[in-house]
């Protein structure tokens, strides 16, 4: 059976899924995070921290947010 136009099969999806693990943190962290990324773009409480996550990782031992934040012409 054909998809129809504009619909994505069920094998299309799996193909684009990533794999995953699960990550377990205490409740009221799971809640603060949730209550910062209210009125942001972040859909989940997972996409912000796999954000922060990559964030953090890939800055260098020894550089700050703010300098991060200058050397990207985003402050003085």
């Known amino acids: ?6 619909k994505t ?6 193909a684009k ?3 995953y693990v699960t990550l377990s943190v205490p409740k009221e962290l799971y809640g603060k995070a949730e209550q910062a990324i209210e009125g ?6 997972t996409e912000y921290v796999v ?6 990782l890939l ?10 934040l200058r ?6």
């Open 51 to 56: 954000f922060l996550l990559r964030e953090s």
């Open 1 to 6: 059976m054909r998809p129809m136009p504009g």
């Open 17 to 19: 899924r990533r794999d």
């Open 59 to 68: 800055m260098k031992p020894g550089n700050s947010v703010r300098e991060r």
């Open 40 to 45: 942001t773009g972040f859909r989940s409480v």
């Open 71 to 76: 050397a990207l012409g985003y402050i003085d």
């Open 9 to 14: 099969s069920r094998k299309a999806i799996g």
